[in-house]
């Protein structure tokens, strides 16, 4: 699993801007997130912003008080980077060259993506950095489609954590558990929910959930007596990583950033952290323990790309396997 931040996606923006013309009037972006990368890269350079079916009318943007920008006359001939932020099957960006070439507006286009599984593809002229997929980003990680072979905690992630008043094991955490104010959301469904909550509390924690239209196949929970036991055997995170290593489960999202180093290594597995929205991938130690633990010729296989990816870090792996794809 591949993974970038908004902070990362602006990083690979700013690195990239040498690779564009410096005469650009004006940035397109596809909607909807390709407006996000967009919206980035104009205020970086200072040009009008527009979506297609704004471009296509003639419009862009206001530029706000902090700007000064000189919105391009539409009749005349210009420089045009139509931005997304990221390419795959390339269906996105056929229909943004479609739409433009129906809107008759002559100019010289430039169609980019941030991301793509290859720096060559047939319908972009420009790609800023390789991301084979299986990938997620921070602003669609509750609504991609891996979701679905994910594991994800409870609280921090789809609802706020409990404070301090309110986890007290009673009478104030039932009440927490009943009206929680939900975090993130999705319209997929979650392969596992793993929490530390109680098992005690499952109704109360399936009842929030339907409320909120959570789906999921399977909620896990800890068979423990009391919130005072679990805090003297401290298996917060023990026992969601011996959960997530069983499991063909290829990600788990977690809230807390130390718990998801500790998950990471003791499954063997990488961990979304959406405490610093870093993807915390295992050490080869970590990866190599999973060896005598394997169930299954997937999951042997899934143990083997991650050796390499560890020994080989994240872009280095992402070019080879861009290559062996090349190559067939």
């Not at 397109?28 to 009318?57: K, T, W």
């Not at 479609?98 to 010289?108: H, L, P």
Request: charged share 25%; proline share 4%.
């Amino acid at each position: 699993m591949y993974y970038r931040s908004i902070a990362d996606l602006n990083e690979t923006i700013l690195k990239n801007l040498h690779r564009l013309p410096q005469d650009i009037d004006v940035v397109v972006g596809i909607p909807r997130s390709g407006l996000l990368a967009a919206n980035l890269l104009s205020l970086a350079v200072n040009i009008p912003l527009s979506d297609i079916d704004s471009y296509v009318q003639g419009r862009t943007y206001a530029s706000g008080v902090t700007k000064t920008q000189v919105a391009p006359d539409k009749e005349a001939r210009r420089k045009v980077l139509v931005l997304d932020d990221s390419i795959n099957g390339g269906t996105a960006m056929t229909e943004a060259r479609k739409k433009i070439a129906q809107s008759g507006i002559e100019a010289d286009y430039i169609f980019a993506a941030v991301y793509g599984s290859k720096l060559s593809h047939p319908e972009a002229d420009l790609v800023f950095e390789i991301l084979p997929q299986p990938r997620m980003f921070q602003w669609n990680f509750m609504h991609h489609k891996w979701l679905a072979q994910s594991c994800v905690d409870i609280d921090g992630v789809l609802c706020v954590d409990p404070t301090d008043a309110e986890n007290d094991d009673g009478a104030a955490y039932l009440d927490f558990l009943g009206n929680a104010r939900k975090l993130y959301s999705t319209k997929r469904k979650i392969g596992t929910l793993v929490t530390s909550r109680l098992e005690k509390y499952r109704p109360s924690t399936e009842a929030w959930l339907a409320s909120n239209g959570i789906q999921y196949e399977k909620l896990v929970m800890l068979d423990l007596p009391s919130k005072a036991e679990r805090q003297r055997l401290a298996v917060h995170g023990s026992f969601k990583a011996e959960y997530y290593r069983k499991s063909d489960a290829m990600l788990f999202i977690e809230s807390e950033n130390k718990q998801a180093i500790k998950i990471a290594q003791l499954a063997g597995k990488p961990v979304l952290c959406l405490e610093t929205h870093q993807l915390i991938t295992p050490d080869i130690a970590s990866v190599l323990a999973q060896l005598p633990n394997l169930r299954s010729v997937s999951q042997g296989k899934d143990v083997a790309k991650r050796v390499v990816r560890t020994i080989l870090g994240t872009n280095r792996y992402a070019a080879l396997k861009s290559l062996l794809s090349r190559n067939g």
